[in-house]
């Protein structure tokens, strides 16, 4: 049987959506064919939900294969952990051309992929067109590498530019824009001292594949799991964040916060 994250992870993109939708009407008359409310088209997911014990680990640009081997074998330490990596299209490339199957290996092991940009290249400096285009070549690199069809729920800007280009891509594209609540870069032993016991139920953590931020991984991974933290994919968080729609206090919602926090 398949674990919740594998069956979460399955949803197309379409049926992703429209439960996104479905949720956020809460009506039963709204029809089928719907994704998102038109409201809710350009919405960035920031923050999940604070009513259950779970965080996002994410990973950007996954250049390096070298530290992509020491994440997946941390994370082989910990069975019931799932994280959501971000590459970029060349870099699905270039590690695929270095270690064969190392991208099905992070999917069979239940953990995601999201879209980051072919290269890395800023979207705001490109039409709706090319950021859509941009996609495309990304996600048919991904499909090649698989040898399958991917199941790609979430779009980050490079930079965390969510320029209007790339939000009309996530749109078309039916892809939910994810940013961040709270990032783990710098030397390790600053950031598991003063960052990481900050962390709060719902976070999604910006991390990238480099020497200091999988050190921080691994020193972390001990001290969520004693406070009872569960580090999920995204598709789960989100999921979390839908079912808590109804109880507004499952969401952050401090004025005064610099976070933006769960869907704006």
Not at 82 to 103: H, S, Y
Not at 181 to 188: A, D, F, L, Q
Not at 226 to 240: F, K
Request: charged letters at 20%; glycine letters at 6%.
């Amino acid at each position: 049987m398949r674990s919740y994250n594998q069956a979460m992870n399955s949803i197309s993109r379409r049926d992703f959506l429209k439960l996104g939708g479905l949720t956020l009407l809460s009506t039963a008359l709204l029809p089928y064919e719907a994704t998102v409310p038109p409201d809710r088209e350009h919405a960035v997911f920031y923050q999940g939900s604070s009513n259950y014990n779970h965080v996002a680990l994410t990973y950007d640009d996954c250049y390096l294969t070298t530290m992509l081997h020491r994440l997946e074998n941390i994370l082989d330490r910990y069975p019931r952990v799932r994280v959501t990596l971000f590459p970029v299209g060349e870099a699905i490339i270039n590690n695929q051309v270095k270690d064969p199957g190392i991208w099905k290996r992070f999917i069979d092991k239940g953990h995601e992929i999201g879209y980051h940009s072919f290269n890395h290249i800023n979207p705001e400096l490109q039409s709706k067109e090319k950021v859509i285009a941009d996609f495309d070549r990304w996600i048919d690199a991904l499909r090649n590498v698989l040898g399958d069809e991917p199941i790609v729920h979430f779009a980050r800007p490079p930079f965390g530019n969510t320029s209007q280009s790339f939000l009309y891509m996530c749109t078309q594209r039916r892809l939910v824009p994810a940013m961040w609540s709270t990032g783990w870069g710098g030397p390790t032993e600053s950031v598991i001292t003063y960052t990481v016991p900050k962390i709060r139920r719902g976070d999604i953590v910006l991390l990238h594949t480099r020497q200091d931020d999988i050190d921080t991984t691994l020193d972390a991974l001990p001290e969520l799991a004693e406070r009872g933290i569960q580090a999920v994919t995204l598709t789960s968080l989100y999921l979390d964040w839908l079912k808590g729609q109804n109880e507004s206090s499952g969401c952050y919602a401090d004025p005064s916060s610099v976070l933006r926090t769960c869907i704006e």
